[in-house]
C-alpha cells in the first residue's frame, strides 16, 4: 500500500464548476500536510500547507483530519488555469512524500 | 530572486553509461532535496543534505546512485552504469522555512 494514496483522474471539469480531490495518508505520525501543484512537464509548486482547522486561499480550500488520516482540497469557480495535477503530500521530520497526483482539466 | 537551477536539463545516455547531475540551490538555503518523478507518478525522496552533510540516503535506489555537495551550496547527483529504469525526471529542491522550492528538473532518458 502507497503512503499517500490519491485518485489519479483524470478529472475534466467544465469552467467554473466546484472540484474536489481527496487524499488519503497511511503514517499517523505524519506532520505536515501540503498540496502542490504540477503543470504539464514542470516543477511542482506549493499550492498551500493543510491545517486541521482548514485554510482558505480564494477560491481553494483545504482541510485535514487526522483521525482518519484524510486531506481533501476544494476548488471554487474552477478557471482554465487550474488544468493541472494536484499532488498531495505529506512530511513526517525531513522527508516529502508525494501521492502519484490527480490530473484535473478544466474544459471551456 | 533566482530560483533553483538544475543542468542540464535533458540528458540521453546509453546504458552502462555514467552520468552526473548538477543542482545550484537558492543561495542561503541550508537544506537540498534530491527527488526522482517516473511518468505518471509522484516525486520520489532519493537524499537529503543539510549544508555539506548528507543526513538521510534511504531512497536511494542502489549503490549506483551517490549524491555530494561538498561546499554546502551545490549538490551533483551521480548515476553510475546507467540502466533502462533510471529514466526520470530527477528533481532538485531547496527549503526556506516549511516550503520546499523545486529546479525544473533533468529528463534523462536511458537507452
Known amino acids: 500500500r502507497k503512503e499517500v494514496e490519491q485518485d489519479p483522474g483524470p478529472f475534466n471539469v467544465p469552467e467554473g464548476a466546484t472540484v474536489a480531490f481527496n487524499c488519503t495518508y497511511s503514517?499517523?505520525?505524519?506532520?505536515?500536510f501540503f498540496w502542490y501543484r504540477q503543470d504539464c512537464r514542470k516543477e511542482p509548486k506549493l499550492l498551500m500547507s493543510v491545517y486541521s482547522s482548514g485554510n482558505e486561499d480564494g477560491r481553494f480550500t483545504a482541510q485535514l483530519n487526522r483521525a482518519s488520516q484524510y486531506i481533501s482540497l476544494l476548488i471554487r469557480d474552477s478557471k482554465l488555469s487550474d488544468s493541472a495535477t494536484y499532488l498531495c503530500?505529506?512530511?513526517?521530520?525531513?522527508?516529502?512524500?508525494f501521492g502519484t497526483g490527480t490530473r484535473l482539466t478544466i474544459i471551456p | 530572486g533566482a530560483g533553483v537551477s538544475q543542468s542540464p536539463r535533458y540528458k540521453v545516455a546509453k546504458r552502462g553509461q555514467d552520468v552526473a547531475l548538477r543542482c545550484d540551490p537558492i543561495?542561503?538555503?541550508?537544506?537540498l532535496f534530491w527527488y526522482q518523478q517516473a511518468l505518471g507518478q509522484g516525486p520520489e525522496f532519493l537524499t537529503y543534505?543539510?549544508?555539506?552533510?548528507?543526513?538521510?540516503k534511504s531512497g536511494l535506489p542502489s549503490d549506483r546512485f551517490f549524491a555530494e555537495r561538498p561546499e554546502g551550496s551545490v549538490s551533483t547527483l551521480k548515476i553510475q552504469r546507467t540502466q533502462q529504469e533510471d529514466s526520470a525526471v530527477y528533481l532538485c529542491?531547496?527549503?526556506?522555512?516549511?516550503?520546499?522550492?523545486f529546479g525544473p528538473g533533468t529528463r534523462l532518458l536511458v537507452l
Open positions: 543561495s542561503g538555503h541550508v537544506s
Open positions: 503514517n499517523s505520525a505524519s506532520q505536515s
Open positions: 543534505f543539510q549544508n555539506e552533510a548528507q543526513l538521510d
Open positions: 529542491a531547496s527549503r526556506y522555512q516549511e516550503t520546499q522550492y
Open positions: 503530500v505529506v512530511r513526517r521530520n525531513e522527508k516529502l512524500t
